[in-house]
């Protein structure tokens, strides 16, 4: 019997999204070479050509053979977020809006300050937890941001710096800008691991802090992880009014989130734990306050960092009187607490500590008000000091 020659059509092969790897940090890359068939050792390469030389297209990786950098073009890709806009303060402070999606934008802000060059960076697109006080909260929550994302803000900062005049360097990193890092856990934790990794971005633990809200179990779980600094956002000395401003504090109570702090710091007896506390005037900022917040931290190897309330249109919370902030700080001072009051930077381009917006709403007029900066892919030489 004749075989019929009519063939079905031909459906195209479902191809596998590529995998981007600007988010995988030293086990994920190893793993995926060895998913290849490669060798284990091509991880470092690709990591120093990514994070160290700033290079994005795998032609240019001339230590892979040719065969391998063939096959990354069809299989791997390593992407960043979009510049969509870029603002400089009088104080020097910088600030971005990276477009992560059509419908999420974050914010990261540069602050130089005496030969430091600190990058504040987003874990989420705005922020599930409703703290009291924050402007991102106003926001909603928007997304978790990939690690490529997080690790991407470094890369694109580091690449925005060196074309600036002052070609400032990144020498520290606070995970402290939109969004609760520890409920993003996987993708800050590789992203973590790639700022201290020798052949990524190198960076001491102690320069590189994570700010959290008190998730009890996120800092116990970063302990174990990727043990980097750790500043806790404390903002009230009892439960009653911490439940209050920092909602999460109804899951995780002071008592318990100061165990895990003691815990987290016990086995470097160099560690300390980073207590912010918000001034806000005639809620927090009393003589009493600071007393009861002294006791409560006394033992707790500790610095705490007075954060004048920084104002957003719509809040009815305002910042503490000078004199309250100055008469808090005495009071911690006396009881042997290192605290500083931290000079608020950026102002003028809402930079400042909890006034980052971003916009994870369809645009928004924000995004007019802010100058359109060229999103620019190109190799930056240089690793950070
Ligand atoms: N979710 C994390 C990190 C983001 S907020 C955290 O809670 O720590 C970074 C810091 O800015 C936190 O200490 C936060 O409490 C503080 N902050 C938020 N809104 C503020 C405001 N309006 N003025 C001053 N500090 C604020």
């Not at 195209?12 to 070479?33: C, H």
């Not at 989420?124 to 909603?140: E, I, M, R, S, Y």
């Amino acid at each position: 019997m004749k075989k019929s020659s009519a063939r079905a059509p031909v459906k195209p092969a479902l191809s596998k999204p590529k995998t981007n790897l600007l988010g995988l940090s030293r086990a994920g890359l190893e793993q995926f070479f060895l998913d290849q068939g490669e060798q284990r050792f091509r991880a470092e390469q690709i990591l120093k050509w990514i994070h160290q030389q700033g290079v994005m297209d795998f032609a240019a990786m001339t230590n892979l053979s040719m065969a391998l950098r063939e096959k990354l073009e069809t299989i791997a890709k390593i992407t960043l977020p979009e510049v969509a806009g870029e603002q400089l303060s009088t104080d020097g402070t910088r600030k971005w809006l990276l477009r992560v999606d059509p419908q999420n934008s974050i914010e990261m802000v540069f602050i130089p300050e005496n030969g430091r060059g600190t990058l504040c960076v987003s874990s989420q697109a705005g922020c599930a937890l409703n703290c009291a006080f924050c402007a991102t909260a106003k926001q909603g929550f928007g997304r978790n941001l990939s690690s490529a994302e997080i690790i991407g803000q470094l890369w694109l900062a580091r690449q925005l710096l060196a074309e600036t005049a002052e070609a400032p360097k990144i020498t520290n990193m606070v995970l402290m800008g939109m969004g609760e890092p520890l409920l993003n856990f996987e993708a800050v934790a590789r992203a973590l691991e790639l700022m201290i990794d020798d052949c990524a971005w190198g960076l001491a633990k102690r320069r590189v802090t994570v700010s959290t809200a008190g998730l009890v179990a996120g800092i116990k779980q970063l302990a174990e992880r990727c043990p980097v600094s750790l500043a806790v956002s404390l903002h009230a000395p009892d439960d009653a009014l911490r439940d209050q401003l920092v909602p999460i504090n109804r899951s995780y109570p002071i008592k318990q989130l100061l165990n895990a702090c003691r815990e987290y710091v016990a086995d470097d007896r160099r560690a300390k734990i980073t207590f912010e506390y918000v001034m806000l005037d005639g809620v927090n900022d009393s003589a009493p306050q600071a007393k009861a917040l002294a006791r409560l931290l006394q033992g707790i190897p500790s610095k705490v960092n007075l954060i004048p309330f920084n104002p957003f249109p719509g809040t009815e919370f305002r910042c503490s009187s000078q004199a309250n902030i100055d008469r808090f700080r005495e009071i911690l001072s006396a009881s042997g607490l290192t605290t500083i009051t931290r000079r608020p930077r950026g102002q003028d381009i809402a930079a400042a500590c909890g006034r980052l917006e971003g916009d994870i709403l369809p645009r928004s007029q924000r995004i007019a008000r802010l100058r359109t900066a060229q999103t620019r892919h190109h190799p930056a030489p240089g690793v950070i000091a």
